[in-house]
């Protein structure tokens, strides 16, 4: 064979290998785990939340949104710098924190660790919190702001004892029937974060985004203080008295939010005012944040924020007839019927019973469980206790579908579990 033949040969076989490994990576495409993979394989098959956005496509200004709370004025990174070492030098050299530490009796003020929290990213993660519950979206539209100054608010339950407004957490409407005790610092710049020069004044809004009956866009006013001096919350002007939240039974959790706004200078805010015969009026206490903002946000600027949830307890039922003087709302989800099909004469694979019952009446399957319980529960010493092993016990001479429900019922799992 000629040199050049050979030359011809080997490039076939260089060919046939290549082509024989490309048909190999297109099997290993197709397929992954023994599985036959249909459509486009992943990383060229487009996800579900890309076709949507090219569906729903919307102009990225009109959805942009607003920072309408204070900037934040935030020292340099070498000033900042310059601070930790400065701390971690003064730590290091304090003998007095080395023998502790030796010794094992070194404690951590925790209120201390709060304190550090809430100023550096507290109120950046309880911005975060608020866009999760969307309570930005709710209350302001396409605006949000992040919360400056930090508002503290505590329901008192009893002399010693006293139920925190945390983010998002559930406080019952038994809980927070009074007024809370608020405070926050009232000096504070929410620009700077340091002492501000003079008086300054404050309004505090309370509302249920999710309480109002008959508009779903609107929210329910629970308590609005206006003018409120260097922070003392006991001499605000009290626009509308504070009214507790009262979730209706059957409808979940409902949001009650408290929100801080820095006045520039103290306003005349009387055309808000909720007269004490109208404390109970439901449509009196119809409010919107929203329309309450822009009608105000050339002498308004939000700057706290917290909120909770709450849902229905018995305390409501009272409040109800006595305070609302309404009947009590009650909400039940209406269950459609579950589908049947045409009853067969000798249906397959199914067990007998499962199937005679899916055809009859649920009540009386029903009262047959609970006479069945009954029968074997004894009016002073209860049922009887159940087998040390209920699958040692033989069952001869038993159909299986009956086998079956027996070991159900020792087992106490399936329908008898309810019972």
């Not at 209920?390 to 579990?417: C, F, M, Y």
């Amino acid at each position: 064979m000629s040199f050049s033949n050979l030359l011809m040969k080997n490039s076939i076989n260089g060919s046939l290998r290549s082509t024989q490994t490309a048909a190999l990576l297109l099997l290993n495409v197709s397929t992954r785990q023994g599985h036959t993979l249909r459509g486009k394989p992943p990383g060229v098959a487009r996800t579900l939340e890309q076709r949507l956005q090219d569906e729903n496509v919307t102009d990225a200004e009109i959805v942009a949104r607003v920072n309408i709370g204070f900037p934040q004025l935030k020292p340099s990174r070498s000033a900042q710098l310059k601070a930790r070492l400065e701390h971690l030098k003064a730590q290091r050299a304090s003998k007095e924190l080395e023998q502790l530490a030796r010794g094992n009796k070194l404690l951590i003020d925790l209120d201390k660790v709060q304190e550090s929290y809430v100023q550096r990213t507290g109120q950046h993660d309880l911005r975060l919190l608020a866009d999760h519950y969307g309570i930005f979206e709710h209350l302001f539209g396409s605006a949000y702001f992040v919360p400056r100054v930090p508002l503290t608010i505590r329901y008192e339950l009893n002399a010693d004892t006293l139920s925190p407004v945390y983010n998002g957490n559930v406080i019952k409407p038994s809980e927070a029937s009074k007024a809370p005790l608020v405070s926050f610092d009232g000096q504070l710049d929410p620009v700077t974060g340091k002492a501000a020069q003079g008086d300054s004044y404050w309004t505090l809004l309370a509302t249920n985004p999710d309480a109002h009956f008959t508009n779903p866009a609107a929210e329910c006013l629970h308590w609005f203080i206006a003018n409120i001096p260097n922070g003392k919350i006991g001499e605000g002007e009290v626009l509308a008295d504070y009214l507790p939240p009262f979730p209706p039974r059957g409808l979940g959790y409902q949001r009650m939010v408290f929100v801080l706004y820095k006045q520039e200078s103290r306003l005349d805010l009387s055309s808000h005012k909720l007269d004490a015969k109208d404390y109970n009026n439901l449509e009196k206490r119809t409010f919107s944040t929203l329309d309450f903002y822009r009608q105000h946000q050339d002498e308004l600027t939000p700057a706290g924020l917290a909120f909770y949830q709450t849902n229905w307890d018995e305390s409501l039922t009272n409040f109800y007839h006595n305070v609302l003087q309404l009947k009590e709302p009650i909400y039940e989800y209406d269950f459609p019927k579950p589908y049947l099909a045409d009853q067969k004469f000798f249906p397959l694979k199914q067990a007998f019973n499962l199937y005679m019952d899916k055809h009859r009446d649920i009540k009386e399957i029903n009262k047959e469980y609970l006479q069945r319980k009954l029968a074997k529960t004894h009016p002073f010493e209860g049922p009887e206790k159940p087998l040390r092993f209920p699958n040692a016990h033989p069952l001869r001479d038993v159909p299986s579908w009956l086998k079956t429900e027996i070991r159900k019922r020792r087992l106490g799992t399936g329908r008898v579990q309810d019972y």
